[in-house]
């Protein structure tokens, strides 16, 4: 696995490194001595999959409050997304900032994102699906969300006219954040 640190602290794209042949390829997707020696999280305690239907559809942004801050682990299986990651952290240099990359089946980047961070993302393609490693369990008193058009953080999603669930239009502003 290749780690190349983004722009906003504690967050990684992690390239696999496939050894190919006829049959087709084999990649590791987590190693523990790797992740430890990037001083990321080696402890998975859940393992999450979405499936996602439609081109356009956004779910999120999406994350778990402390004291039981989540850290992901996030690869797409199947189709494309665009992944995206807001600092969320008060005291943070970069609060309210993003990056996005994209996930695809055949791109098999995975984003590594540490607690503190809403994630979400934008199906690029139908039948899309997305896996998670998640460092905490789900507490659902504990669960936030970020506004997917929230102006002040000015995400730049790639498809016009996105579908959301009525949950998501409903999530607050960075500035209604407590």
Not at 72 to 78: E, N, P
Not at 117 to 144: I, N, P, T
Not at 164 to 175: I, K, M, N, W
């Amino acid at each position: 696995m290749t780690f190349t640190s983004a722009k906003l602290a504690g967050v990684w794209l992690i390239e696999l490194e496939p050894r190919i042949d006829e049959r087709g390829f084999f990649a590791r997707t987590f190693c523990k001595r790797e992740f430890e020696a990037h001083g990321l999280n080696t402890q998975w305690v859940q393992s999450n999959l979405s499936r996602t239907m439609l081109r356009g559809i956004i779910r999120g942004l999406h994350w778990q409050a402390e004291p039981r801050a989540e850290v992901k682990l996030v690869r797409c299986d199947a189709g494309a997304i665009w992944d995206v990651v807001v600092d969320v952290q008060r005291a943070s240099p970069t609060f309210g900032h993003w990056e996005a990359y994209e996930l695809t089946a055949e791109n098999g980047r995975q984003l590594y994102i540490p607690a503190g961070f809403a994630h979400g993302f934008q199906c690029l393609k139908d039948h899309s699906e997305v896996s998670y490693q998640m460092g905490e369990f789900y507490f659902s008193d504990l669960a936030r969300g970020l506004r997917w058009n929230d102006p002040t953080v000015g995400i730049m999603w790639p498809l016009a006219e996105p579908v959301l669930s009525e949950r998501d239009r409903q999530l607050p502003l960075l500035g209604e954040l407590s």
